[in-house]
């Protein structure tokens, strides 16, 4: 098993503190791709709506979360132990599984079998939608 990401947190407000700090970099990002892509003062100002910079925010948030990657004789051994509920997707005849497990006794999990980065993105943007989008 090995574990890959930054964020993971014990309370809800320790990730509301996270999701926080991310901000002045959300809108770094999106500043900065804006002048990338040329965008004239006024493009900008018509385009770049808050609602684009808390995309990247809740983005960037999600690409941080820390992800456990397993066999499934690990994510098991895991389960076993954790106190709370697992929301599982995928299918149970699969070799690996990523998993992350939030502040309020819930977690994600997800199986995959080759694709190792697009199983922890997903797992990333369900864990966001299903544990964090209302926590922060």
């Known amino acids: 098993m090995k574990t890959v990401g930054t964020f993971s947190f014990e309370t809800a407000a320790e990730a509301q503190d996270a999701y926080e700090s991310v ?11 804006a002048k990338a892509m040329e965008f004239e003062h006024e493009e900008y100002d018509e385009r770049v709506t808050g ?5 990247a925010r809740d983005a960037l948030f999600a690409s941080l979360l820390e992800v456990r990657v397993g066999s499934r004789k690990a994510y098991d ?3 076993a132990d954790y106190d709370g ?23 994600v999990a997800a199986t995959f079998q080759n694709e190792e980065d697009a199983a922890i993105a997903t797992l990333r943007r369900q864990a966001f939608g299903r544990l964090y989008r209302e926590l922060v």
């Open 51 to 55: 609602d684009v910079v808390e995309t």
């Open 23 to 33: 901000g002045p970099a959300a809108q770094t990002v999106v500043r900065e791709v």
């Open 77 to 79: 051994e895991w389960v």
């Open 85 to 107: 509920d697992v929301m599982m997707v995928g299918h149970e005849n699969v070799d690996n599984v990523v998993w992350h497990a939030g502040p309020e006794g819930e977690a």
